[in-house]
């Protein structure tokens, strides 16, 4: 049994009090970041509760900020960690945590009650975040301290986003026209899984039922959602809605590179893909952009050099392509063969 099935069992209380020991004196050695959960699922056990405080007690300031920078942190655990020890947390933290996707929205309500004006205008910022969270703009739009702009914007943004006052350009307007009359007879349904920490819940949803939703309600099926409606997701009209599909802690590098290939994607979408460094390293996504007609060429030729023969062979036959990348492969090509 590894360190995450260790705690994992311990969530589900699955673990006899002869492990949990071994736990606690470290007998059962764990990672930092799994010893962390390990002790906060402890607290939940009448007999070793008082020790996992104690335990945690001792750990050091930097450690328990660690574990609010960790992207794969667990949301409840986050949010135990700052109700009980959040005297061990700095104002860096602080900022990080408002960056980290993962931090559960409890936690951001509590910074949104601030008086730490700067703190206040970077959470007021992360629209994504705040469209999933509406409670978060309410407590920022009380907090006397948010400056008057930001608290209209947000006002606005709310208007807007979740009450549904959104105004479209007529280009827009013509467009959804066009696809309603196009799916009017579409019942496509599909099994929508949501995990937002709190237990799956499971809807089932049809294409038109999607489409009608508010921007609001389409950003919290690509943060929470499965794959099935991330994919249809990317291609929202929204791009608030696009970036929190690429914002979803659950997004796989699989469905990254799936995103990479598909030619009808708006162009914002492959821009935010080649320019992150973590999903471009793995060279099937970055091959995959390389291919699109939609990747900024500065990218591409600047990735070309890492690529074998076959795939340069392949680059240059493609009249998708645009004309500088197929050139330097070209010379590439000679370069390493010759």
Do not use: C
Request: proline share 4%.
């Amino acid at each position: 049994m590894n360190a995450k099935e260790v705690v994992e069992n311990l969530k589900k209380d699955n673990l006899d009090s002869t492990i949990k020991e071994f736990i606690l004196d470290r007998t059962l050695p764990l990672p930092k970041k799994e010893f962390i959960e390990a002790l906060s699922y402890l607290t939940r056990d009448s007999y070793f509760k008082d020790r996992a405080y104690k335990e945690l007690e001792k750990l050091d300031s930097e450690s328990i900020k660690a574990y609010f920078i960790d992207k794969d942190l667990i949301p409840e655990v986050a949010l135990f960690l700052f109700k009980n020890f959040k005297h061990k947390l700095d104002r860096g933290t602080y900022i990080e945590m408002i960056n980290n996707f993962s931090i559960p929205p409890q936690v951001l309500v509590e910074i949104a009650k601030s008086d730490d004006q700067e703190l206040l205008e970077l959470l007021s910022l992360k629209d994504i975040k705040l469209l999933a969270h509406p409670e978060i703009i309410d407590v920022l739009v009380a907090n006397p301290n948010l400056s008057r702009d930001k608290r209209f914007r947000l006002i606005e943004m709310k208007k807007r986003f979740i009450e549904g006052y959104e105004e479209e350009t007529i280009e827009e307007d013509v467009e959804e026209m066009k696809e309603e009359i196009e799916d009017e007879e579409e019942d496509i349904t599909i099994e929508v899984e949501m995990d937002m920490g709190e237990g799956e819940e499971v809807q089932v949803l049809n294409l038109n039922q999607i489409k009608k939703m508010t921007v609001a309600d389409k950003i919290k099926l690509a943060l929470f959602g499965n794959k099935e409606i991330r994919k249809i997701l990317i291609n929202d009209s929204n791009r608030l809605v696009r970036e929190a599909v690429l914002q979803s802690p659950k997004l796989t590098d699989t469905e990254v590179e799936s995103f990479a290939r598909m030619k009808n994607l708006p162009d914002d979408v492959i821009r935010r893909i080649s320019f992150n460094k973590q999903w471009t390293s793995k060279y099937s996504v970055a091959l995959s952009l390389i291919k699109n007609p939609k990747t900024p060429v500065s990218f591409s030729l600047n990735y070309l050099d890492k690529l074998i023969v076959r795939d340069l062979k392949q680059i240059q036959k493609d009249k998708d392509v645009p004309d500088p990348v197929r050139k330097k492969a070209k010379i590439l090509i000679s370069r390493k063969l010759g």
